[in-house]
C-alpha cells in the first residue's frame, strides 16, 4: 500500500524538480502578490441551451462583478454534449484550470472541491429553503460540497395536433394509456421517438422514472444492495419491449442525446422525452410546429406514483484555485438574488432553480408550456435515489448498464437474462 | 595594404576550394554524420517522449493501481486485468473491435486496390478525381461523422431517401437502430473515411513498377489477370503490407467516429476497446481501470501485427 505514494511522490517530485529553476527566479514576485487580490476568477460553464443565459452573464454579471471587486471574470464556456466532464476530471487530475464550475458528475471528485456549507445555507435560508432532493447530491458527509443553481426539466415533448388527430386530447396519465396513444400515432405515421442509447440525459429522464413508478429502484436506501432484481422489474421491461415494438421508431434505441431532438424536429416522431430546447429550436426556425408542441408530465405507473429525473446544474469551487475564498466570495454574490432572480430569468427559466421562493414567481407565467418543468422539481428524483449519489451509482450510469438492460431484452436477450446480467455487473461495482 | 593582401590571397590559396566557410572545431564536430544525424533526430525523439512516451508509460503504471479520480492511487497489482477478465463488456467490446478492425481493414485493403488501379489509369479529369478522393481523409472525423449521422438517419436521411425513391424499398433499414445494422454503419464509415489512404498509397506504389516488367510478361504469354497475378501483386506487396499495417493501428484505435454516431450502443452493440477505456477513465472515473482497458489492445494488435508481417513475409 506504501508503493502508489511513493511512486506519486516521486513523479511530483520529479515535475516539482523541473520547476525549481523557473520557481527560484519567480519567487520575489510570487511572494509579492501573494497577499493580492487576485486579478482574475476562471469560471467554467457547459454552454447553455438558451444563449441569452450565457449573453447575460458575459454581458451584465461578468462587468458588474468587476465594477464591483476589480476582479475580472472569466466565463469559459465548455461545448455541449458531453465533453465538459472530461475537462473537469482532467482540471482535477492536473490541479489546474478554473477556480469554480458547473460540476458535472460530482461525485467523481468531491474530494477535490471546497466546502460551501456557508453560502448554501445562506441562500437557503435566504430564498425559501432548497428542495430536498438535491441536497443529497449537493452534501457530502454533512458539508454542502457545491451549491445548486438549477435543474434542466426533462419532461415528455409531444406534438399537440398529432394526438388531437388520434383523438388524444390530454397528455395519456398512465404509461398504459401512453402505450395506446403511441400505438394509434404509430398507425398513423407518427411513431413515438424514446431515447434508449448511450446518452446522458433523454434515455435516462424516462426510463429510470418508469423503473420507480413500477415500484423498483436500482439500489436500496443505504447504496448496499442491488434493489433491481425483482418481478416488477421484468414487468417493466416487458412494457418497454412492447412500448418500443408497438409504438417507436426503430432507431430509438441507438440514439445518443442530440438524436431525438433531429427526429422531432423533422417530423419523424410525435413525442419524446427531452428538455423544452425542441420548442426552443422550432419556435426559432419552425415557428407552425412551433405552435403545436406541448409539454406533459411523465405517466404514472402501477404504483399510482409518477416520477421525473433530475439533471442538476450545481456549481463548486476546486481546492486547487489560488484563492478559493475569492471564487466563494464570487460564488455568494451569483446567488445573491439582486444576481441570480434576473439571470435565471434571461433563460427563460430553463434551469429551473432547486430554491421554494421561486416556486410561484410570475417568470414561470411567460410561456404557459414552460410552467409543467416546474413540476418536475416536486416530483424529480436523482438517478442514485433512494442510494446515495456516489462514485459507484456514477459507474452503473457512465457504463449504461440500466439502459442496456431494456435494449438487450429489447434486442432478443430474454427478461430474465437481461435482468441477471445488469444486477451481476452493479453488484460487481458495488462491491 | 600589399602585405595584407598576399597574406590573405596565401591563405585563400591553403583552404581547399571545396569549404569557403571555416566552422572552427565545433563546426566541424557537428558535421560528423554520426553527430548530426542524432542533432536531428533530438528534436522529434523528444517529442514523441514527451507526447506519446510518457502518457504511455503513465498508463502502464496507472493499469496497476486503483486510481479514481482526485484520489491517491493505490497499487493492486493484476487485479485491474483480473477484473476485467470477469468483466463481460470488455469482452465484447474486444469481440467488437476485432470484428470492426478486421472487416474494415479487409474492405479498405481491396477496396483502395480497386479505385488505385482505376486511378492509375488516363481518363478526363483526372487530377481533380483524384484530388476528390482524398476529401474524406482530409475532412476532420468529427464533422464528417456528424454529416454521416444525417445520412443514416432513418426517414430523411440519404440512403433511406434513395432507396425510397428509386423504388427498392418501401422504407430503408434502420442504420443505427438494431446491433448488426449499428456494426454495419460503423465499418462502413470507416471504410469511407480509409478508403483514400489505400488508394493513394497503393497508387503510388503502381506507378513504381516498371513498364518493361508488364511488356516482359505480355512477350510472355501473359493476358491481364496473369499480369495482375505474376507482376503488379506481387511487386504492390510491400506497399499494401505497410498501409495495411498503418490502418490496422488506426482502425483499432479509433475512437471519435464511435464516440459521435452511435456512443458505443445500442445495448453495446458498437462498443469497442477505445470508447470503453474513455467510460471507464473519463465517465466512471475509474483511472486504473480504463488504463487497463488500453493497455490490454495493446497485446491483442501486436500479435495481429506479427501474425501479418510473417504471413506476408513467408508468402
Known sequence: ?431 | MSKILEASRAGALAAPAHRPIRFGRLGAFMERESVFSWLMLTPPLLFLLAFLGYPFIYGVYLSFFHKEVARTADFVGFDNFVKLYNDPIFWQAVRNTIIFTGVATIVKASGGLGMALVMNQSFKLKSFARAMLLLPFIVPTVLSTVAWQWILDPGMGLFNRLLVVSGLAERGPSWLGTPTMAMISIIMVNTWRGLPFFGISILAGLQTIPVELHESATIDGAGTWGRFRYVTLPSLMPVILIVTVFSIVITFFDFQLVYVLTGGGPANATHLMATYAYSLSMGAGQMGLGSAVALSMVPVLGLLLVALTFFVRKD
Open chain 1, 1 to 431: 500500500m506504501a508503493q502508489p505514494t511513493q511512486s506519486k511522490a516521486t513523479r511530483r517530485d520529479f515535475l516539482k524538480l523541473a520547476a525549481g529553476a523557473a520557481g527560484v527566479a519567480a519567487g520575489p514576485w510570487v511572494s509579492r502578490n501573494a497577499q493580492a487580490k487576485p486579478v482574475s476568477i476562471v469560471f467554467a460553464r457547459e454552454s447553455s441551451y438558451v444563449k441569452n443565459f450565457d449573453v447575460h452573464f458575459q454581458n451584465v454579471m461578468a462587468p458588474a462583478y468587476e465594477k464591483a471587486t476589480g476582479i475580472k471574470i472569466e466565463y469559459q464556456i465548455q461545448a455541449a454534449g458531453g465533453s465538459a466532464v472530461p475537462q473537469l476530471v482532467s482540471m482535477v487530475e492536473n490541479k489546474s484550470g478554473a477556480d469554480l464550475a458547473w460540476v458535472q458528475q460530482e461525485w467523481l471528485y468531491r474530494d477535490a472541491l471546497v466546502d460551501v456549507s456557508d453560502i448554501a445555507e445562506a441562500v437557503g435560508k435566504e430564498q425559501g429553503g432548497w428542495y430536498d432532493e438535491i441536497k443529497r447530491l449537493s452534501i457530502d458527509k454533512g458539508k454542502w460540497k457545491s451549491v445548486p443553481n438549477g435543474n434542466i426539466g426533462q419532461l415528455m415533448n409531444y406534438r399537440r395536433d398529432w394526438f388531437d388527430e388520434v383523438g388524444v386530447k390530454s397528455f395519456p396519465e398512465t404509461w398504459d394509456e401512453f402505450l395506446e396513444a403511441g400505438i394509434k400515432l404509430k398507425a398513423k405515421g407518427h411513431p413515438f421517438g424514446m431515447s434508449m442509447g448511450h446518452g446522458f440525459a433523454d434515455n435516462y429522464s424516462w426510463l429510470y422514472p418508469l423503473l420507480w413508478s413500477y415500484g423498483v429502484t436500482v439500489m436500496d436506501k443505504d447504496g448496499r444492495k442491488v434493489a433491481l432484481d425483482t418481478s416488477e422489474t421484468a414487468k417493466a421491461v416487458e412494457f418497454v419491449k412492447k412500448l418500443y415494438k408497438e409504438a417507436c421508431i426503430e432507431d430509438c434505441i441507438g440514439w445518443l442525446d442530440p438524436h431525438n431532438n433531429k427526429a422531432f424536429l423533422t417530423g419523424q416522431i410525435s413525442c419524446t422525452n427531452n428538455a423544452y430546447s425542441i420548442m426552443v429550436s422550432a419556435k426559432r426556425d419552425l415557428p407552425e410546429m412551433g405552435k403545436v408542441i406541448e409539454h406533459g408530465l411523465n405517466p404514472k405507473g402501477p404504483t399510482g406514483q409518477r416520477y421525473h429525473s433530475l439533471v442538476p446544474v450545481t456549481h463548486g469551487v476546486f481546492a486547487h484555485s489560488k484563492d478559493p475564498q475569492a471564487a466563494k466570495d464570487f460564488l455568494r454574490w451569483m446567488m445573491d438574488p439582486k444576481q441570480y432572480r434576473p439571470w435565471i430569468a434571461s433563460g427563460d427559466m430553463y434551469f429551473a432553480p432547486y430554491l421554494h421562493a421561486f416556486d410561484k414567481v410570475p417568470e414561470w407565467d411567460i410561456e404557459p408550456r414552460v410552467k409543467p418543468f416546474q413540476k418536475v422539481l416536486e416530483t424529480g428524483k436523482l438517478t442514485s435515489w433512494p442510494a446515495p449519489a456516489n462514485r459507484q451509482h456514477g459507474e452503473v450510469i457512465n457504463r449504461w448498464i440500466v439502459i442496456d438492460m431494456f435494449t438487450k431484452a429489447i434486442t432478443g436477450t430474454p427478461t430474465k437474462t437481461a435482468i441477471a446480467e445488469a444486477v451481476s455487473q452493479i453488484k460487481t461495482i458495488y462491491g
